[in-house]
């Protein structure tokens, strides 16, 4: 009980620059396992214009987790093509098959492969990588997971070397119900950039004392910002639409699990009510769209760490020049590798279970591409001498 309980107990923290202090991070428990998923090819399918799809996709892995855990706390990130999950044994199975399910649904009404693994704790420890987690406060009760340590990585490479062995080619049809996908809602318009540019960044520190570098890094930024990255948050309420009824029917006819159910009927009816509500602004049951849309932000995952740091940043060109120019010289120096993807918007994906403080959370990616194009650019420096 204690071990299933582990997360829930690590304390927050809620200065996003105290990362690089070691006191936050608790090494998870060895009967945890790290679940990996992401969009196979999912480079190609951005380039033929589907990155809408991969970023929802990438997002319904946490909620269909979440769900099968019935709202249980525990440690993930959102990488933009797919999600990094850390869950106990007593919960593995379930999310299994809610990830499956949701695999069957990516294929068959998206044409995108989604490739699931996972791996023990303990097999990564004998190994000799070390996974430990932090607890970033958003708001309320409401938080985000940050990973160090070096596992993440060998859990990808080890899944992707075995998924020949589980091909989700295979996977039975009987599981497409076994997901559930309540609370995910894809329901406002691309977010354009206040300032100039929407920028997607991706940073991991190569130099032989990485919390150096990150703390440098992040202070840079602040600089660059004006005093503080808050300045640059990319979820502008005032310059946020809400998606009509005929387009947000058609996403969730696509998302629907079981379309004759009594679910998809109550989700039809709460599209209704959002629409009224968010794009209209019909007054109902006492409901501030307003207030609900100024507090998106705070509830947002617009900068994260997950061995990587992650931002989607709105910055003036001026300040993109110089972010650029910062990490360029930084990897230069042989200090960092990075990815970085410039638009004019973000897409933000959303994760609702109820309109107050701490029940609702916001995974933001940069349009057209985003973190899995910021990758690619990072990948590519990781083949040749910085």
């Known amino acids: 009980m204690k071990e299933l309980n582990w997360y829930s107990t690590v304390p927050s923290f809620a200065d996003f620059h105290q990362l690089t202090q070691d006191e936050h991070f608790y090494r998870v428990p060895p009967t945890w396992s790290l679940i990996v998923t992401d969009i196979v090819d999912s480079t190609r399918a951005i380039d033929s214009g589907q990155y809408k799809d991969v970023n929802t996709i990438g997002a319904a892995c946490v909620v269909a987790a979440q769900n099968a855990m019935n709202r249980m706390q525990f440690p993930y990130v959102f990488g933009g093509d797919g999600a990094t999950l850390l869950v106990p044994d007593s919960h593995l199975a379930q999310v299994r098959i809610a990830l499956h399910?949701?695999?069957?649904?990516?294929?068959?009404?998206?044409?995108?492969t989604l490739r699931i693994g996972d791996v023990r704790v303990d097999e990564l420890e004998r190994m000799g990588c070390v996974l430990e987690v932090a607890k970033f406060?958003?708001?309320?009760k409401q938080t985000i997971a940050l990973f160090r340590g070096g596992a993440l990585a060998k859990a990808e490479a080890l899944i992707k070397s075995r998924s020949k062995s589980n091909d989700l080619s295979t996977t039975q049809t009987a599981l497409d119900d076994k997901s559930n996908l309540d609370g995910l809602s894809c329901r406002w318009q691309p977010i354009p950039s206040l300032h100039g540019r929407m920028v997607t960044l991706m940073v991991s520190a190569i130099s032989e004392d990485t919390n150096q570098t990150y703390k440098y890094v992040l202070?840079?930024?602040?600089e660059i910002l004006g005093g503080s990255m808050q300045s640059a948050i990319p979820i502008h309420a005032?310059?946020?639409?809400y998606k009509g009824f005929i387009e947000l029917l058609k996403d969730e006819w696509r998302y629907a699990i079981r379309r004759a159910s009594r679910n998809f009927l109550n989700r039809f009816l709460e599209i209704i009510l959002a629409v009224l509500i968010f794009k209209w602004r019909v007054p109902i049951r006492n409901i501030n769209p307003r207030a609900y849309e100024s507090k998106l932000g705070a509830h947002s995952d617009f900068r994260k760490f997950d061995e990587i740091l992650r931002m989607v940043l709105d910055v003036t060109p001026r300040q993109l020049a110089q972010i650029t120019t910062m990490l360029e010289n930084l990897h230069?120096?042989?200090?960092?590798?990075?990815?970085?993807?410039e638009s004019d918007s973000a897409l933000m994906t959303c994760f609702v279970y109820g309109l107050n403080d701490g029940e609702h959370i916001h995974f933001v990616d940069g349009a057209d591409g985003g973190y899995a194009l910021a990758a690619r650019q990072m990948k590519s420096q990781s083949k040749k001498p910085s």
């Open 101 to 112: 399910s949701l695999a069957n649904l990516s294929r068959n009404n998206f044409n995108l």
């Open 332 to 341: 230069q120096s042989g200090k960092i590798r990075y990815g970085l993807h």
């Open 238 to 241: 005032q310059n946020m639409r």
């Open 137 to 140: 406060q958003l708001v309320g």
């Open 219 to 222: 202070m840079q930024l602040d």
